[in-house]
């Protein structure tokens, strides 16, 4: 009988650092076999509705996530087959007509700001972790990335974050810290949580 795989959700508000806690993570175990996989490849598919229909949708509602989807796919992966992980396309707000072969791994990190909202993912995660950095910081660090990556300006950016994101954070994101069995403050930059996150992995992988 093969070993079920580790799976450890990674949650947190927009811009708190929980990508790059999954990807300090990844760093730390180069030779095993583990993958991350985004809650934000399950955004449902809009292609029903018209684009100026799709440019209102609230991406920071449980709503907005095809999360039958991904808890299909996770257990089809615990089961030990692979799957064809959507891709969404940004641009047009709708999943677009690709996606991407995600084969068996020993470890998954599933990332996402809800994916701790949702009773049955939270029930396949054997490790949850919640990043939490201050307002102040993620409003920053929101700013920055839409206006270099995305060339959004900055009062397109602060009424989203006032009208949608901040809600939203408070709403579903902020209360799923109850069931997290670390909160890590201040993300990456804690090293001290990272090490022990990344001891725990390694003694589970050793075990099994």
């Known amino acids: 009988m093969r070993n079920k795989p580790i799976i450890i959700g990674v949650t947190g508000g927009s811009g708190g650092g929980k990508?790059?806690?999954s990807r300090a993570i990844l760093a730390h175990f180069p030779d095993a076999k583990i993958a991350m996989i985004e809650h934000d490849s399950y955004y449902k598919d809009q292609s029903h509705l018209t684009f100026e229909e799709r440019v209102t949708t609230n991406y920071?509602?449980?709503l907005?996530?095809?999360?039958?989807?991904?808890?299909?796919?996770?257990?089809e992966l615990i089961a030990g087959r692979p799957v064809?992980?959507?891709?969404y396309d940004y641009t047009q707000h709708t999943r677009s007509d690709k996606s991407y072969r995600q084969e068996p791994q020993e470890v998954f990190i599933v990332e996402g700001i809800l994916v701790l909202e949702d009773k049955r993912l939270r029930e396949l995660m054997d490790i949850k972790l919640f990043v939490?950095?201050?307002?102040?910081?993620?409003?920053?660090?929101?700013?920055?990335?839409?206006?270099e990556e995305r060339g959004r300006s900055l009062d397109s950016i602060i009424e989203q974050y006032t009208t949608v994101v901040k809600p939203?954070?408070?709403?579903f994101i902020e209360p799923s810290k109850r069931y997290a069995d670390i909160v890590i403050p201040e993300g990456v930059s804690n090293l001290v949580a990272i090490d022990l996150i990344?001891?725990?992995?390694?003694?589970?992988?050793?075990?099994?």
């Open 19 to 21: 990508t790059s806690v």
């Open 60 to 62: 920071d509602h449980p």
């Open 64 to 75: 907005a996530f095809d999360t039958d989807l991904m808890i299909d796919h996770l257990k």
């Open 84 to 87: 064809d992980i959507p891709i």
């Open 132 to 147: 939490d950095t201050d307002d102040d910081i993620r409003i920053i660090r929101r700013i920055k990335r839409d206006m």
């Open 168 to 171: 939203m954070y408070h709403q």
């Open 198 to 208: 990344n001891t725990k992995i390694a003694s589970i992988i050793e075990s099994k």
